[in-house]
């Protein structure tokens, strides 16, 4: 990690202005702004050059190491930022009595490269402006607003832009001639030759070993170091009130302003500690996305920051001192770009189609086919499983529907049990009543008339009506033991919520007959002797009832027996039934894992494939790429040999 190195140039202040004290001093590489905003505001930075400084004396300081290091194969960026008129574009190209950056830089790649025993080179360049926003290419006429692609191999770059292959340091002169005639200039008020644009000028550096190893193995000695220098002359920031500006102009100054913004954004941003960095909006504009590698990525940076030096720009002068303090702390992680020779790369690039092949065809297949063999029986099993259980399920259903049907027949049976010991019960009392009561003529009850009550299903509802028994003299009034018997508990227990209209509760009409003393007195013995007869009928006839009672008591709880085995069956049912139903969702979620896996390995295999076919067709791209780069490097080595041939005196 290095940082961004920074140095502040001072035009000389114009012979028309008025020249009064400067309200700031210079103190080494120290400016220390006097009044404005506060007093004594200091910014250091890595020179501060004055009006005295010449181009050279810039570039000896601040540029040459990262020319020297551009051809060492780390990319480089030097460019020069200031309000307008501020001596940017004098910096960068110069004059004739005191070149800038720009031709001593070229001068210097060329005469390096020369002397360089043990490389050789190989240097394309290209000239473009971002004019409005829009890209043009200054080295063919009409080639304008030129897109900006991205992809893995060659990161940001301009598509359609012209890159000429040179071979000496005059060539790119000329090409910088042409190319700064095509340039937007125009006079404002602060200059007469004002940059309405931001020009890259771009040298590709490609240097390779002279001695190529000759075992044929891959090493580094058969790398190819490629970088990009960029040297960039900004439009300045303007104010619109100062310029003058107005239509085109105004215009322009519009866009230079929006686009140097972002810059500045861009630098404000990196300079922030990494954590409150967040996102840097290089994409805000076509100058910060060239630029990206140079602010904060893989290259080595140089700014001039240019100041104009009359005080009524004090208040720019500031902004651009801000600038430059903000850009020193920003680092560039530089490092040498090296690829691979295509001979090497093609070396490497069948090593690893072969080894995509032995896997596709080789062992990894035959493994990935079983694997998806594997799968498939495993899903089968799953599947017929699955199917098993359902017929389980069905089965299980149809059981325990067939065993809640029992289970009702045999409440039902219950019902009936209950309700005919009931009404045995009921008549037993009537007639234990009867017996030891008057001469009661129990004998004469007929069956119909001593029945159970209408019984209507009716749940949870108890009703009991007694509208007219009352009424009815001749009816003896209610058993005592027999109206316990339509107490609302005993009903409910009894009948299970049906609800009785006590009025159908009829109790049977024992007809009261009087007998006079004198009957009585006469036929007392006979009649005595009946009564005993029917007594012992009738203990008789209790005996038997008891018994049945019993017997029905013993069948009652046997059902209960019944009913509640029944009922924890269909409970242990219905928990199988739930864990079966788990043990169909768990199969389920399998099974669709097992899919994932397969769809996954599908697009795996589907993967390789457009690999293989990818690597064959950068195999064959490559191979004809080195035919076209040899028989080119044939024809730069011929043109060169004859160039020094022709003209000795440029590699002196
Ligand atoms: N260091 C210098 N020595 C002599 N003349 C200079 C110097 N710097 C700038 N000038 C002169 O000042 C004028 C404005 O300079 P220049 O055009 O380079 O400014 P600029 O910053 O590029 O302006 P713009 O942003 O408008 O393009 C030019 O005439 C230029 O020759």
Redesign the pocket.
């Known amino acids: 990690m290095e940082n961004i190195s920074v140095a502040i140039?001072f035009?000389?202040p114009i012979p028309s202005s008025s020249s009064s004290d400067l309200p700031w001093t210079v103190d080494s590489n120290r400016i220390t702004l006097l009044a404005f905003p506060v007093p004594n505001l200091s910014f250091t930075f890595d020179h501060v050059f004055d009006?005295t400084s010449t181009n050279a004396t810039i570039y000896g300081l601040l540029v040459r190491s990262l020319i020297r290091s551009a051809l060492d194969g780390f990319n480089g960026t030097a460019f020069?930022y200031?309000?307008?008129?501020?001596?940017?574009?004098?910096?960068m190209y110069g004059?004739e009595d005191?070149p800038g950056i720009v031709p001593l830089a070229v001068q210097d790649v060329f005469r390096t490269a020369r002397m360089s025993a043990d490389r050789e080179f190989l240097i394309r360049v290209s000239y473009m402006e971002i004019y409005n926003e829009e890209i043009n290419d200054l080295l063919t006429l009409g080639s304008q607003k030129l897109p900006i692609h991205e992809s893995l191999e060659r990161g940001v770059f301009v598509a359609g832009l012209r890159e000429e292959i040179v071979s000496s340091a005059e060539q790119v002169l000329e090409l910088l001639k042409l190319g700064e005639a095509n340039r937007h200039f125009g006079e404002?008020n602060?200059?007469?030759?004002?940059?309405r644009s931001h020009t890259i000028f771009r040298m590709v550096i490609e240097s390779s070993a002279k001695d190529v190893n000759s075992f044929g193995d891959v090493t580094s000695a058969d790398a190819i170091r490629v970088s990009v220098l960029n040297l960039v002359?900004l439009?300045?920031s303007?104010r619109i009130a100062k310029t003058g500006a107005g239509g085109v102009r105004l215009k322009e100054g519009k866009y230079i302003n929006k686009s140097l913004m972002v810059l500045g954004n861009v630098i404000n941003k990196l300079s922030d500690n990494g954590k409150q960095r967040g996102h840097i909006p290089y994409r805000d504009s076509k100058l910060t996305r060239i630029l990206q590698p140079a602010l904060g990525g893989n290259a080595k940076t140089s700014i001039i920051c240019?100041v104009a030096p009359e005080e009524v720009h004090i208040e720019e002068t500031r902004g651009t001192l801000h600038f430059a303090s903000r850009a020193k702390r920003v680092t560039n992680c530089a490092q040498i770009n090296e690829v691979l020779t295509d001979a090497a790369l093609l070396k490497r690039q069948k090593l690893e189609i072969e080894e995509l092949r032995r896997k596709l065809q080789g062992s990894h297949s035959g493994v990935l086919e079983q694997v998806v063999l594997k799968q498939r029986n495993d899903m089968h099993k799953s599947e017929l499983e699955r199917e098993r259980l359902i017929v389980e399920l069905e089965e299980e259903r149809k059981a325990r529907e067939s065993l809640a049907h029992c289970i009702r027949e045999q409440q039902k049976r219950i019902d009936d049990l209950t309700i005919r010991t009931t009404s045995d019960h009921a008549a037993r009392s009537i007639q234990k009543l009867g017996a030891g009561g008057t001469y009661d003529e129990v004998n004469m009850l007929h069956p119909d008339e001593f029945r159970t009550p209408d019984l209507k299903q009716m749940s949870n509802v108890f009703v009991a009506r007694r509208s007219n028994c009352s009424k009815d003299l001749d009816s003896s009034p209610i058993p005592e033991n027999f109206a316990n018997i339509a107490d609302e508990d005993l009903w409910m227990r009894l009948n299970k919520g049906c609800t009785t209209d006590l009025d159908m509760l009829q109790t049977p009409r024992i007809k009261r007959r009087s007998f006079s003393s004198r009957e009585i007195s006469l036929d007392q013995p006979f009649q005595e002797e009946a009564i005993d007869r029917k007594c012992e009928r009738l203990e008789i006839q209790c005996s038997l009832e008891r018994q049945q009672l019993e017997t029905s008591e013993e069948q009652r709880m046997i059902l209960e027996c019944e009913c509640n085995q029944l009922r924890e069956e269909k409970a242990s049912l219905l928990q199988t039934l739930s864990i079966s139903k788990q043990d169909i969702d768990i199969l389920r979620a399998e099974k669709e894992e097992l899919v994932k896996e397969l769809n996954l390995e599908k697009q795996m295999m589907k993967g390789l494939k457009e690999e293989i076919q990818l690597f064959s067709l950068a195999f064959s791209q490559r191979e004809g790429l080195l035919t076209s780069l040899y028989t080119k490097s044939k024809a730069i080595v011929e043109n060169l040999k004859s160039f020094q041939v022709t003209t000795p005196e440029l590699y002196d």
């Not at 309000?83 to 940017?88: D, F, I």
């Not at 602060?190 to 940059?195: D, G, K, V």
């Open positions: 140039r035009r000389p009006r020069a200031g309000q307008t008129s501020s001596g940017k574009t004098f910096t004059s005191d404002t602060m200059n007469a030759r004002s940059s002359d439009a300045g303007e240019t």
